[in-house]
């Protein structure tokens, strides 16, 4: 009974060591993914968590969440990282543009180059609304211009104006932050005159009339 319980024990112990060591030599991307966990050697910890993909939005959406993407980080440049925004922007765009069509303009207000998004057509009690957008790209990219402001004009029905504000590094994010407050006060101030001032004069024709 007794060389039973060891040769049992010693079984249970090789079977163990033998799936931790292939368990050790996996990478978190091998094979089907579960839901699992594992503490490597170096004390990092690897944690899978499998959500499945809702039912409840669109099949184009669930093909896309479905994607197998890494997380891992790609060692780019900043100019492969412009290159690359700046590629996506006009494809999104265009491809935004047919979901949610709008006019595009480019345009220099207060002497700072702006993109001037405009519905198809704009109701009368919406026309002296705006919205200033100032896209994201973590202040070295453009990753919004287009993106971000096309479907909000289309769905709005308000005309939107994306700020090409100075990019960092070029430009210290102090500075690029002191002047942008500057520009998009005399932006607003400019927005403000060029649409108040049909206001005050559609209100005096009333009044004169």
Excluded at 55 to 68: D, G, I
Excluded at 161 to 166: G, K, T
């Amino acid at each position: 009974m007794r060389n039973y319980r060891i040769s049992l024990a010693l079984t249970a112990l090789l079977a163990l060591q033998a799936s931790s060591a292939a368990f050790a030599q996996q990478t978190p991307c091998d094979g089907k993914q579960s839901n699992g966990s594992k503490i490597a050697s170096d004390g990092t910890a690897y944690v899978t968590r499998i959500v499945p993909v809702p039912t409840t939005v669109s099949p184009e959406a669930q093909k896309m969440l479905a994607r197998y993407e890494s997380d891992a980080s790609v060692p780019r440049t900043l100019e492969q990282r412009r290159t690359g925004t700046d590629k996506w922007q006009a494809g999104v765009g265009e491809q935004f543009k047919k979901l949610y069509p709008v006019n595009i303009a480019s345009d220099t207000i207060a002497g700072v180059p702006v993109r001037i998004i405009s519905p198809l057509s704009i109701a009368p009690e919406k026309r002296d609304r705006v919205l200033i957008n100032l896209h994201g790209g973590g202040f070295n990219s453009d990753s919004g211009s287009l993106s971000e402001t096309i479907p909000i004009a289309n769905l709005s029905g308000i005309k939107v104006i994306a700020v090409l504000y100075r990019l960092a590094p070029e430009h210290p994010v102090s500075t690029m932050q002191s002047r942008s407050t500057k520009n998009c006060s005399r932006l607003i101030n400019q927005i403000t005159s060029a649409f108040t001032a049909p206001l005050l004069a559609r209100s005096s024709l009333r009044r004169s009339q």
